[in-house]
Nanobody
Framework: QVQLAESGGGSVEAGGSLILSCAASGYTRSFGCMGWFRQVPGKEREGVAVEDSDGTETYGDSVKGRFTISEDSSKNILYLQMNNLKPEDTGVYYC?????????????????WGQGRQVTVSS
């Protein structure tokens, strides 16, 4: 059974940085895509960043230049480094993965989801 376990996040003041981690287990092969979504209060869940198995990284317009997705494939851990955080980045962040590759837009459809991790940015 595939499991995605997020850690990190928390609370920070505007302009600060946080990092999220996602440890994958239960899948013996490499995922085709892994990435991050977020649920901002009052809005629908949106894609934040995704990395395809070919190394292509795609970011949502609101986080470009501030967030960086990376992966430690040896440990099956996905990261999201979030810099220059803004109050509008507040929300629950979800790790996600898909078996098939070809994820070049942040609106990709995952097969698996983590449980979510709260990120709160105060002004």
């Amino acid at each position: 059974q595939v499991q995605l376990a997020e850690s990190g996040g928390g609370s920070v003041e505007a302009g600060g940085s946080l990092i999220l981690s996602c440890a994958a287990s239960g899948y013996t092969r490499s995922f085709g895509c892994m990435g991050w979504f977020r649920q901002v209060p009052g809005k629908e869940r949106e894609g934040v960043a995704v990395e395809d198995s070919d190394g292509t990284e795609t970011y949502g317009d609101s986080v470009k230049g501030r967030f960086t997705i990376s992966e430690d494939s040896s440990k099956n851990i996905l990261y999201l480094q979030m810099n220059n955080l803004k109050p509008e980045d507040t929300g629950v962040y979800y790790c996600a993965a898909r078996q098939s590759f070809g994820c070049y837009v942040v609106s990709w459809i995952p097969d698996y989801w983590g449980q979510g991790r709260q990120v709160t940015v105060s002004s």
